[in-house]
């Protein structure tokens, strides 16, 4: 899988919110760009048979790292799609060199998300200038 390093879609949550109600408009504002999605990597923090139920629901297969409270944890195996997580890892960190982000001096979500979908562009950018040379 290459390391594309841009997001399909951007959401901006209250810093106390959790991101799991989140996922379920992600996915329909990712389906309306990439209308084929066949996989759903996520760490424990998304793992409940809700979110698991509705992924598969839409044809998606939740790959999914199991919390250590779940029944069938030890069960849980962890395919190759799943170690591509530390793509999703390394994009935050890219967009947390900028500093405006990181320190979230926007207190506006409209502002801020301007900005992360500013950032997420010039950092395609810079990729799409490094391949050409």
Known sequence: MADESTAITITVS?????DTPLLKPALAGTRKRVPVIHELV???GFDS???RRDCLRR????????RSNRPDAALATYP????????IERFFAKLKQFRRIATRYDK?????????NLAS???RFRKMVAIKR
């Open 42 to 44: 996520g760490d424990k």
């Open 49 to 51: 048979d809700d979110l």
């Open 108 to 116: 506006l979500k409209t502002t801020f998300l301007g900005f992360l």
């Open 14 to 18: 209250p810093g106390q919110a959790h």
């Open 59 to 66: 044809g998606i297969m939740p790959q999914l790292a199991a």
């Open 121 to 123: 562009g010039w950092i």
């Open 80 to 87: 190759d799609a799943y170690r591509t997580r530390n793509q």
